[in-house]
């Protein structure tokens, strides 16, 4: 068949416009692609068998866990309780109803059911690890359970999508509490059911999965498409770009070089360091809490029984004064108190004078004694050395209260110095992680039962006061000392742009978004 020269022209036409809009689609594809791929720098480079829900002590585990796996409730951000996991929860009578989400899947197309909740909550009571609360006994008794196929009697299943749990009496602070991430729903396939080891971070319920992780290079995160926190303005990939060298943060460096395109509000770059840099630079955005990042030093037990009170309180006030312009210099400001001034359980004015009179007489003190001190800023140590020269000061990447001593070949310090976040209103969570370690005047199985007895006082005022006795017995038996507060703060470059909760000190990567 002959085909005419019109003909001829027409198909050479029609192919090449053919040719050029597949080429644009081309285009447009890899131009979304690169929009939707967010490198962030990391200050961390563990293997992804480390992280666990059930063993949470790092701000950069915290992070890496709430992306991967998410809880029967969470928080909005205005800061509300709203559903997760759990499309619809209620209390009816002293039972709490959690009804799950129909269709929820694994990027594998595993359906999470109630009978996956149940059994996480089993392996967190089993594993007795977590920190950030305790219903264990609640629900299945004083001796607890050893095994995933033992019955918790105040715990059951009653179909798919339907999960319920018994209490003695309505507590005010279970959602709150079941919205940390040691309370994270993970799926039946993902772990042991024997030794309870996480052994496929690819099935997770979370917004994101585990898509590649080899030890030489940066972990890949990938997003689910079918998860409910799923939005086509998110990341679709998130690569972990190790930030630290030598013990030392290089993000800030990776970030002006262009190798990463985030901070995220677990890095050390330093806030004075991130704000002088964006306000000479258009193309980033800055996400910033409220002050609610504090910079402290805790006693240990060791501490405590070494040293009196008021040895406690000259060695402190003394690396106060010699820590205090660097980290104010950095944007933080000064306190003398645990919780920021504006938030429940800070202290009575009488008790802020008591303090301050505490300190003021300490002004000529010194102190020529011996004592261990952990993680006290490094360029902070010729000083230090001068003002202690019988001090033993070691960086150890570990926190007291929660380390492995015998493994670490090191005994107890007398204390240490740690960034942790501040709570501004009553959090069961927070009462309960700091209860796990040395952080207040009492821990242990008496924190415990400080924090149960709270969760179980009614009236607010009672609790105010429980909370501001427990706050100014720590300060004035010198456990803990504060030194300053700042805000947490993230950088991202554009398009990229956070729409996060000025109260919540995690990065949560499925809140980014891309204009």
Known sequence: MQISAGAKGFLFFATLALAVSFYAMQHRQRGNMHTTLLRVAFPANDAISDYDPSKIY???????????????????????????????????????????????????????????AELSLKRLFILQSNTHGDISRALCGKNGIKALSEKCENMRVEDDYTLVLAFPQKDPFLFSMLTSVDFSVLPRKSYDHQTLKIIDYRKTSGPYYVEKSISSEPLELAANPSHFLYSDKMPVRITLIPSRVDKKSIALTLFKEGKVDMLTTAETAGIESIKKYAEGTKDVEIFKTIPIELAALTFTPSGVSRHTVSERFVI???????????????GAESTI???????????????????????????????????????????????????????????????????DYKALGLEEPDLFFHRTDTSIKEDISFFSYYMSGYFFSIHGEKGASWVKKYSRTENLGDRMKMLNRMHYETLSEAITIPLTFSPYMAIVKKPWRFDFFNLHAGTTFWRMRCN
Do not use: C
């Not at 303090?355 to 007489?361: P, Q, S």
């Open 58 to 116: 790092y701000a950069h585990q915290y992070i890496i866990l709430e992306n991967l796996y998410s809880q029967l409730v969470g928080y909005d951000t205005k800061g509300e309780i709203v559903s997760g996991i759990a499309e619809r929860f209620e209390w009816v009578g002293n039972e709490v109803r959690f009804y799950i989400r129909r269709g929820l899947k694994t990027v594998d197309g595993d359906e999470i059911t109630a009978s996956d």
């Open 316 to 330: 402190a006030s003394l690396i106060k004064r010699a820590l205090l312009s660097s980290l104010t210099a950095g």
């Open 337 to 403: 108190q645990l919780f920021p001034p504006f938030g429940q359980g800070a202290l009575t004015e009488a008790q802020l004078a008591s303090l301050n009179a505490r300190f003021e007489n300490l002004k000529d003190s010194v102190f020529m004694g011996k004592f261990t001190a952990w993680n006290l800023p490094k360029d902070s140590w010729p000083e230090l050395q001068k003002i202690f020269p019988n001090a033993d000061l070691k960086y150890v990447m570990a926190i007291p209260g929660h380390a």
